[in-house]
């Protein structure tokens, strides 16, 4: 059981500390019951998005005991959340387009229960004008924090099985499944959302050469740089954020959750990224840059 359970994580360095404390022992129980099922990681996604949309609608009732037992769903959406990959990992089926899928799922589950959050304060606040602002900047901001952090997590695993350039590696994965079902019947939605996060992924990718120099730097030097950086980023990351909404929906004081992200997300992340670019300048330092590619 410990084997498959650690068989079912990402890298244990680069887990959320929730995540292996609290999320993914309660998900790994629930995969364990399914493992014989014909459930796919990708079904166990979209149950997760409907479990935060459900989530939302409770909260934005504003009253005490919907708002209480939209927790049960709050918990419910992280346990899936973490399931799906872990389902995947087990059964060795993921795809790309299913961490597209999961991904895209995460967002919309943020944003509904953002809107549930706006209502919520709606009912329950004089300021209604500022509430609607204070959500809008949250929401920005909460945002750029997760992107940070993923992509740092993102670029620690990817270093950590061998592969320096976490973005590129991505760009080359997509596009192979987008070539293998480009020429078969139905499947719109799945082409179409590979075929635009394929362009996202090469402008962003080539955005990032412009701006950076190519360094000789190996994975296991990246990995030795970086390994209390990715468990400072993870002290900021979703399951984190999800670990605190839900204690603070249990006490309907969801505006607490805001100013969680405003104040603390916010310093941590400025403070996180100073951090993170001194490291990279030190690791510079100690390389010679790569001839760039024309």
Request: proline fraction near 2%; charge should be positive; hydrophobic fraction near 45%.
């Amino acid at each position: 059981m410990l084997t498959q359970y650690k068989s079912s994580l990402k890298v244990t360095e680069a887990e959320e500390l929730v995540d292996l404390i609290f999320f993914r022992p309660l998900a790994f129980l629930f995969v364990k019951l399914i493992y014989k099922t014909s459930i796919t990681p990708n079904q166990l996604t979209f149950f997760s998005m409907a479990s935060g949309i459900i989530a939302a609608i409770l909260i934005s009732a504003a009253l005490s005991e919907p708002v209480i037992f939209g927790t049960f769903f709050l918990i419910l959406w992280a346990v899936l959340d973490c399931a799906d990959g872990q389902l995947a990992r087990l059964k060795k089926n993921g795809t790309p387009f299913g961490r597209l899928l999961d991904g895209i799922a995460d967002y919309v589950s943020n944003l509904a229960i953002f809107i549930g959050i706006y209502f919520w304060g709606f009912s329950n606040l004089e300021s209604q004008g500022l509430w609607l602002i204070v959500i809008i900047i949250t929401i920005v901001t909460y945002a750029a924090q997760e992107v940070l952090v993923d992509y740092y997590r993102s670029e620690y695993i990817s270093n950590y099985s061998g592969k320096s350039n976490f973005v590129e590696n991505e760009v080359v994965e997509f596009q192979k499944e987008y070539d293998s079902i480009q020429n078969t019947s139905g499947q719109f939605f799945k082409k179409l959302t590979l075929s635009l996060y394929i362009r996202y992924s090469s402008m962003q990718n080539s955005n990032r050469k412009e701006k950076i120099k190519k360094v000789n730097i190996s994975s296991d030097e990246y990995i030795k740089a970086n390994k209390t950086m990715i468990r400072l980023w993870n002290l900021n990351g979703t399951s984190t954020h999800s670990f605190v909404l839900i204690f603070l929906t249990f006490f309907n004081r969801l505006d607490l959750y805001l100013w969680y992200i405003l104040i603390f997300g916010n310093i941590w992340t400025v403070l996180v990224l100073i951090l993170q670019k001194l490291i990279n300048k030190r690791v510079l330092k100690t390389r010679e840059p790569l001839p760039v590619k024309p």
